[in-house]
């Protein structure tokens, strides 16, 4: 584990066990996060992206199970940790941002009352020092402090999910980890807290763990991008490079994925067929079906873990394409 | 432009809500004074944000609310006639809607063979029963859900999210319509399956000569999809044209900002640039531009009056009284292909 790593998951292995055998819905993935980082996690649904968000955070429920490996925070593994230590860390030093901010918070509580009841659970502060904070987190996130006395219905869409983010940040976490926060918001809402989580992890100083089936949205803000298909990570390496230059078929296929408003209107394809079925147990690279570039000792090996330029890649025929393309 | 080239022409239309208590007079100005029409195969993309209005447009065109004021024309006939149950079916024949939520539309309790075959039933009496399997088979085949033999006796839990939203353009297809008014289709999809079902819409266009209303806040898709864009902003109208001159040489600042907030992925964000405005809740609106207080541009007179919309081009609109006076946006869309 590096020196200044906040997060490191190694090996981390989930199941949901299923009457018909075990489905691996996350499959070994290994992931750095250094303090103050941003880790964009892409994939499509059934890709194993949210699974994985919630065994870091220790929050899956039966029947999905982790089979094995770790997850480092701040030196602990949370898998070995019992509930109540758990309950200790949570809030205070990583929390969690849920994509649907209207069931996320509760419709019959003021956003104050809810914003109490989460500092009573996991700290002792005064009513005083609480009503402080609380006001001081929503107007972080830009929301008058009014609000604290409003109920979710009364906030916009953008708002709710800003006082999602500004409740996570109450006891000012060294972690904030993200399940497509901005999914349910239109592109200008999107922009926005986008900017503000940005602007906000660099006056505090948390890491996030951003977890999104936009591609897009994680390209200007990211670090560190990570590309999951079938419940393996298929690309790792700084979301820049990524970007200006795809090493997997997977990645260059979702980059080709949504129309650009730079292009010019020429028919785009996405990606053709569906994701693999996890309940099959598949020999060769889980992509193969649907790669353009496949060969035929692509549906018999299993691709390991490349290191190149800069990033580790999952494709057996990482090393031609990446000479091909320069 | 003569009545007949336009499949739908709405003018003036207007819908306002009562809000508060019964007694209440305030009224909430959910569309005012919207005037747009949509060609025979054509597709027209309503681009705005959440709270603009365009949902709204979808009911009122779509005859699931009256207008307040103002007339919608389809094929030349005042919708405002349209009262009698078979004109009213006859109507809901040729105009189909596809909703948003392709997991809240269907019912979880029947295979997808029950609403297509009651939609056949209700629309096609010029397919006979027995042949009403058949018929349907035939449209998902054309919405590209292959095998239809075995689809049609799914249930829809079976079926993906891309795959539900197909189902809801074949149940629109059955009855042979000439517009489909689709409200937000792909915005609960995932990004990479987005594009088949826009591509869908376009074949559609192409094939089988059916007009669209691509309603969206994703002003990128709008640009792959459609040949002309109306740009709503609580309530309003505020630019409308073909999209090679809307979404290339923007004229209303709003449309401007929309098009600012397409992420980039190539660019990193920068944090200098803040915009968290929405659109106002319009509630017994004073005269005035409703986009001035989040407009870069906003001078005396955007509070005094309300800019109508007027032609700026040939076939270009705009309502604002600051753009005709600027050069064509300083568009940071470059014209050429990447």
Not at chain 1, 81 to 100: I, P
Not at chain 2, 128 to 153: H, T, Y
Request: a neutral charge.
């Amino acid at each position: 584990m590096a020196e200044d790593a906040v997060l490191s998951v190694r090996n981390l292995t989930v199941d949901y066990l299923t009457e018909s055998g075990a489905v691996r819905a996350v499959d070994a993935v290994d992931l750095e996060l250094h303090a103050g980082g941003f880790l964009g996690i892409v994939g499509e649904s059934g890709s194993g992206k949210s699974t994985l968000l919630f065994a870091i955070a220790q929050l899956l429920n039966p029947p999905a199970e982790i089979v094995s490996g770790e997850v480092h925070f701040n030196g602990r593994d949370l898998v070995t940790l019992g509930e109540s230590q758990l309950r200790h860390l949570r809030w205070r030093e990583f929390s969690v941002v849920m994509q649907s901010a209207m069931n996320a918070l509760n419709p019959v509580r003021s956003l104050g009352a809810q914003m109490r009841d989460a500092c009573e659970e996991h700290g002792k502060i005064s009513a005083q020092e609480i009503r402080k904070r609380s006001s001081e987190v929503l107007r972080m996130v830009g929301i008058d402090p009014v609000h604290l006395r409003s109920y979710p219905h009364q906030l916009s869409g953008g708002m709710r999910q800003r006082a999602m983010i500004a409740m996570a940040l109450l006891f000012e976490p060294q972690l904030v980890i993200m399940d497509e926060p901005t999914s349910s918001l239109d592109v200008v809402a999107q922009r926005s807290l986008m900017i503000q989580i940005k602007r906000l992890q660099e006056r505090l100083g948390f890491a996030v763990v951003f977890v999104t089936h936009d591609m897009s949205l994680v390209g200007g803000v990211g670090d560190e991008l990570a590309v999951m298909y079938g419940g393996k990570i298929v690309e790792l390496g700084p979301t820049q490079r990524i970007f200006s230059k795809p090493l997997h078929p997977y990645t260059a296929g979702l980059l080709e994925a949504f129309p650009s408003i730079q292009a010019v209107r020429r028919r785009l394809t996405g990606i053709p067929g569906s994701p693999p079925d996890l309940r099959l147990r598949i020999a060769g690279c889980r992509f193969a079906d649907r790669c353009p570039d496949a060969g035929n000792e692509c549906t018999r090996v299993d691709p390991p873990e490349e290191q190149i330029d800069g990033r580790l890649v999952r494709c057996i025929r990482v090393a031609e394409r990446a000479s091909r393309a320069g | 432009m003569p009545a007949d080239e336009d499949l739908l022409r709405a003018e003036s239309v207007t819908k306002h809500f009562g809000v508060g208590p019964p007694w209440s007079r305030r009224r909430l100005h959910a569309v005012d004074d919207v005037s747009l029409s949509i060609g025979a195969g054509r597709i027209v993309a309503l681009v705005g944000e959440s709270g603009s209005g365009k949902s709204t447009v979808v009911r009122l065109f779509a005859m699931l609310a009256r207008p307040t004021a103002g007339e919608i024309y389809f094929e030349g006939r005042p919708l405002s006639k349209v009262r009698r149950r078979p004109a009213q079916l006859a109507y809901r024949r040729k105009v189909r809607i596809v909703f948003q939520d392709p997991f809240s539309v269907s019912n979880p309790a029947y295979r997808i063979s029950h609403s297509l075959l009651r939609t056949a039933r209700l629309h096609r009496p010029d397919v006979r029963p027995a042949n009403r399997r058949a018929e349907i088979e035939r449209v998902l085949d054309e919405v590209g859900l292959s095998p239809a033999s075995e689809i049609i006796d799914r249930f829809p839990f079976e079926l993906s999210g891309g795959q539900r939203q197909r189902v809801g353009f074949a149940e629109a297809l059955l009855s042979r319509p000439r517009l489909i008014l689709a409200d937000e289709p792909v915005s609960m999809l995932d990004v990479s399956i987005r594009i088949g079902l826009l591509n869908l819409m376009a074949d559609l266009r192409d094939r089988e000569g059916v007009s669209v209303l691509y309603v969206t806040h994703d002003i990128a898709s709008a640009w792959y999809l459609a040949d002309t864009v109306a740009v709503m902003y609580a309530g309003k109208l505020v630019e409308y044209g073909p999209a090679e001159r809307v979404l290339r040489a923007p004229r209303h600042p709003y449309t401007q900002l929309l098009l600012s907030a397409v992420p980039d992925p190539r660019v990193v964000l920068t944090l200098t640039e803040e915009d968290v405005g929405e659109p106002p809740r319009v509630i017994d609106p004073d005269e005035g531009c409703r986009f001035r207080w989040r407009c870069p541009y906003a001078q005396d007179r955007c509070a005094e009056a309300t800019p109508a919309l007027g032609p700026i081009e040939v076939g270009h609109h705009v309502a604002c009284f600051v753009a005709p006076e600027m050069a064509p946006a300083p568009s940071s869309v470059p014209t050429e292909a990447l």
